[in-house]
């Protein structure tokens, strides 16, 4: 219960913060806010499941930071973390959006070292063949295909959203239109061990 309410208080304040200057839409974004969930070095938080930003595309992140503010993601009351970062993005201005993604983008890449056990490389390997076509036969993203890297994301990271799309927690909202066909390839993944062994397998791939 603790992990899950830090955030949301951190959430409201920075309504309250970020807010007061709405009117003021070059009003730069108090980086803090971010900081709380993701790190000061952007490589993310396992207790809170906020991801990695730091290597992250500019073009992915401000797509999913504008899909937050639309309410297309965060609103599903099974998704606990995307519940918590909805109401940091429905404040800001898209000024204030291309200054998180420019900000964001001034970290120096730095993979996520891997965390989870137990998963089987070569069927994980099999699995992930679905997923070629969309993120590249090295998880390196297609910016055409809008699917972003999933090398050297964090692994915990991975497996919740593989477990959100596959449970229709998310890309199910009709504004999620690229969420929708991670919906399609989740139920290719039968169970949580397929889940498991997708990202070990993810996990061995360079970048």
Not at 80 to 105: C, F, K, N, R, S
Not at 126 to 145: K, P, R, T
Request: hydrophobic fraction near 40%; charge should be negative.
């Amino acid at each position: 219960m603790f992990r899950k309410v830090i955030p949301v208080v951190f959430a409201l304040s920075a309504i309250a913060s970020v807010s007061a200057s709405a009117a003021q839409p070059h009003e730069p974004v108090d980086h803090r806010f971010c900081f709380t969930c993701h790190g000061t070095d952007g490589v993310g938080s396992e207790g809170i499941q906020a991801p990695r930003l730091a290597g992250m595309e500019s073009w992915y992140l401000k797509r999913q930071l504008e899909l937050f503010k639309a309410g297309g993601r965060g609103v599903h009351p099974m998704d606990i973390e995307g519940m918590e970062m909805q109401p940091m993005a429905a404040i800001l201005t898209e000024e204030q959006i291309d200054d998180v993604v420019a900000w964001a983008g001034s970290w120096e890449y730095v993979p996520a070292a891997p965390t989870i056990s137990g998963g089987n490389v070569e069927r994980g390997k099999q699995l992930f063949q679905a997923c070629v076509m969309c993120h590249g036969d090295q998880a390196q993203g297609n910016q055409a295909m809008n699917a972003p890297a999933l090398q050297g994301q964090n692994d915990w990271y991975l497996v919740t959203q593989l477990k959100n799309f596959k449970a229709g927690y998310r890309g199910n909202n009709p504004l999620d239109t690229y969420g929708a066909p991670m919906r399609a390839m989740t139920a290719g993944l039968a169970d949580e061990q397929a889940i498991v062994d997708v990202v070990t397998y993810i996990n061995t791939l360079g970048r």
